[in-house]
């Protein structure tokens, strides 16, 4: 083999090895999902909460705390692919439009059931066909033209951010204070002020991230959630 042949095939060895790690690197953030699924049916918006008139002066993007969410068996979770077939950290509520004061934007328009294809694109995300349904009727109705929009933006938000996973001490426990740390520690530019953290009984439920109009870090519109000195126990992951 000439000098420069082995230059060209030392080279393409390398690229290999860069794309392999890439691919290796990227199923990290993959999960398993099932080869197909049934879309969940459109909702029908109960009428005290359909607010179509109000404007959008912040957003929020809320992250349900999936162990918590397994353990208490909200509906919104997806016993299959959230708490049997998967482990999940921290993953997508919804990202919700907020209006200037207690109400929100919601049910702007009706939708059809969101196609199998964009469920199945959002599923590592947001692990539940009914809930991605429920958040695009609810919340993306109001802003964005069209269910693959809404969540196109959705995980911008998200892959934006660096979420933690949570590993409470032998106590099971964290402070409200410690699990705000987490996530200042590893996103610049976010505040205290600009976490909510969601307790139900004492447990951790969710983390709301306050965002402004562009979608950059802003102190909570609607308070903080629990005090940072307040003792919380947080679900381990299984």
Avoid at 48 to 59: F, L, N, R, S, V
Avoid at 163 to 181: C, N, Y
Avoid at 187 to 197: C, E, K, P
Wanted: hydrophobic share 40%; with cysteine.
């Amino acid at each position: 083999m000439t000098s420069s042949k082995f230059v060209q095939f030392a080279m393409a060895a390398v690229a290999t090895l860069a794309l392999a790690g890439a691919a290796q690197a990227s199923s990290l953030k993959s999960c398993a999902i099932p080869p197909s699924v049934i879309p969940a049916p459109s909702e029908v918006p109960p009428a005290g909460e359909i607010h179509t008139d109000i404007p959008t002066a912040a957003y929020l993007l809320a992250l349900f705390w999936s162990p918590e969410a397994c353990r208490a068996g909200i509906p919104e979770s997806n016993k299959v692919i959230q708490c049997q077939t998967n482990s999940f950290g921290f993953t997508v509520h919804g990202l919700w439009p907020n209006g200037p004061d207690k109400v929100h934007p919601r049910y702007c328009k009706p939708s059809p059931p969101i196609s199998a294809a964009t469920v199945m694109a959002n599923l590592c995300m947001t692990p539940s066909p009914w809930l991605l349904q429920h958040e695009w009727q609810a919340h993306g109705t109001c802003q964005w033209d069209t269910p693959e929009a809404y969540y196109k933006k959705t995980r911008e938000v998200r892959d934006g951010l660096k979420v933690p996973d949570l590993v409470p001490g032998a106590s099971g426990t964290l402070t409200a204070g410690e699990i705000r740390q987490t996530f200042l520690k590893r996103n610049r530019g976010m505040t205290a002020q600009g976490l909510n953290v969601r307790v139900k009984e004492g447990r951790l439920t969710e983390v709301w991230v306050c965002l402004d109009l562009k979608f950059k870090p802003a102190a909570c519109r609607g308070g903080n959630g629990a005090a940072d000195t307040a003792v919380v126990t947080v679900t381990p992951k299984g």
